[in-house]
Structures are given as structure tokens and as C-alpha cells.
Nanobody, 127 residues
């Protein structure tokens, strides 16, 4: 059973930064990809970013491009999300996700392709 544990959420002022971490219980090298999604109550889950574990290629949602950076640390089976220039509209619960199976490029943003999920971490950006 794969477990993903997020950390690093919190309260920050607009314009500030946070770094989220997601540690996997399994060897992350066995994953095809890991990603971050976020959700606000009453809204659908939104794709934030993903990384192909072996190639290191990265993908971002339009709303975070240029502000967020995803990275991985193979030795620690951990993926990070560095969030800069945070805006109040970034406020959400952020979820880490992982998958083993390969899908074509466009499917990195499809949450249904990720069978493994963390418990979520709250990020609140005040104006």
C-alpha cells in the first residue's frame, strides 16, 4: 500500500512563499509521475503541477505557471512544490498524487489517472 504524506502548508500573506513536500512510502522510482492538485470547497479539484519521475519533465496548470516549481528528490522519495508570489486565489487544500502507470502527456493533468493520494495540506493566502 502506497502512502503519501504532505507537509508544509500554512498561512502566508499575499506575495509570500511556501514549500510543500510529499513523501512517498514506496520507492518513488517505481512511479511514472507524481503531481499536485488543489481543491476549494464546492469546486472541482484543480491540476497544479506534475513531474515525470524518470525524465524529470514538468507540467503546470495555467494559473500557477511562472510562480510554482515542482521538483523531486529521488533519494528521499519526495516531491516538492515551491510556491512563490502567492495570491489569495491560491488558497486551497493541496493534495499530492502518484501513479505507476504511464499515460500520454496530456493526462498529467487528469486526476483520474492517479490512484494514490495524500491526505491534503491547507494553504491559506491572506490579502
Amino acid at each position: 500500500q502506497v502512502q503519501l504524506v504532505e507537509s508544509g502548508g500554512g498561512l502566508v500573506q499575499a506575495g509570500g512563499s511556501l514549500r510543500l513536500s510529499c513523501a512517498a512510502s514506496a520507492r518513488a522510482g517505481s512511479f511514472n509521475a507524481m503531481g499536485w492538485f488543489r481543491q476549494v470547497p464546492g469546486k472541482e479539484r484543480e491540476f497544479v503541477s506534475a513531474i515525470n519521475w524518470s525524465a524529470g519533465s514538468t507540467y503546470y496548470g495555467d494559473s500557477v505557471k511562472g510562480r510554482f516549481t515542482i521538483s523531486r528528490e529521488n533519494a528521499k522519495n519526495t516531491v516538492y512544490l515551491q510556491m512563490n508570489s502567492l495570491k489569495p486565489e491560491d488558497t486551497a487544500v493541496y493534495y499530492c498524487a502518484a501513479r505507476v502507470q504511464y499515460y500520454p502527456g496530456a493526462y498529467y493533468s487528469n486526476d483520474r489517472t492517479y490512484p494514490y493520494w495524500g491526505q491534503g495540506t491547507q494553504v491559506t493566502v491572506s490579502s
